[in-house]
């Protein structure tokens, strides 16, 4: 049985779709108007296409608590942190553009290079593998490992590369910091002026300045780590030089001005905030200050980061210390640091002798640097750690046992 006849066979409605939408002419609806017979009745006649549009306004509400957003997280007035004045905010992700130049600028800080004379450390060579091994372990040695993205060459486009388990970035960073920590709690042991110190994780400061200009400036810091002692450390710098600090003039960052790259926002706290408020004093001794992170930045932008966390946290010490209202502390603040990321580290010691912030003139505070070095030449798992700098944690050690 032939079933050609029947096999060609097509809907005709299918026709008629194809025919409306291919031939345009046959899409043009005729109006014939309202028939004459209805208009004589006197019936009413409405508009097809308002009849069917059947727009509703709708009146608008608010979810009730605690289905509504939070008044925190509103961005306008609502927020309790709201203030009519806006403020420049300068924290932790703030990017200056001029780096530690602009840094030292909002701060009034002179910058010195190179660390002090009993800060500076000396070559050991027992102290060299146990060293190694602290770094060997944070970078190679850690069992808890994750995939990494998959390698490209822009070179090769076709070329696919195996993909690689490694330690996350963020955990060798801080695994650095520790190790060292445990390293040099070894091997001071026995001193008694290191009994008293005691590290604490993940701290946050917070100070205002207002300058003669009408800006409002909103220092706030948070760091990974902090290790304190029951004692401050003494002055660097005796009366005579802090007194020859208001000679010296601060960098100059003109034709900009200092608020390049601030951000500006009307939600921010007025408040100082010092994290050791408690009956127990604590005494700031060193901040450790981490870039834990995949993206780039500049080395005098992660140094202008450990700067600003050197004055947010000297300067709210000083406020706890002797009065919100101090513009001179009777005895300047020192506070120690270090900044390092996944394959350098560098140090500096911040000596906080002014917080008259208002104007450039007068005492101004000072700071010690010594930039950032790398911690080894070569680390991977096919070469291992070659080339380890010993040096580092020198001035490591040496930073935990200045008093």
Known sequence: MRLTHILRKQREHYLYKQLWKNRRTLRSVRDFGVPNVVLREGHKVYDALEVAKM????ESFELPEPFCEPAAAAQDSR??????????????????????????????TLRC??????????????HEAASFEALWRAHLGDCHQIKWPRQLDITKPHWRFPRKFDTHIARR???????FHELCEKLTSHEPRTMDHAVFKDLYSRVPVQKDDGNLLV???????????RKPLTALSPPEEVAATAEIPLPDLFPVTYTLDLERS?????????PFGGSRERHIHTLHVTHPYYYFWFPE?????????????AAAQARHTYGTDTLTPPEPVVVQCTYSDVDSMGFLVYQLNTLNLANDDGVKNQVWVKEAEPLYSTCSREEGLLEPNALLFEHFLALYRSS
Not at 173 to 179: I, P, Q, S
């Open 55 to 58: 727009e509703k306004e709708e």
């Open 79 to 108: 927020n309790p942190d709201w203030h009519d004045k806006e403020a420049f905010l300068i924290h932790k992700k703030t990017r200056l553009l001029e780096g530690a130049k602009q840094m030292c600028l909002l701060t009034k």
């Open 113 to 126: 290079e190179g660390l002090p004379r009993p800060l500076q450390g000396y070559e050991s060579p027992q």
């Open 173 to 179: 960073v801080l695994l650095t910091v520790d190790n």
């Open 219 to 229: 220092f706030s810091s948070g760091v990974d780590s902090v290790l304190t002692s």
């Open 266 to 274: 009307n939600i921010y706290r007025m408040g100082d905030f010092y």
């Open 301 to 313: 932008q992660k140094l202008a980061r450990a700067v600003l966390a050197c004055f947010t946290f």
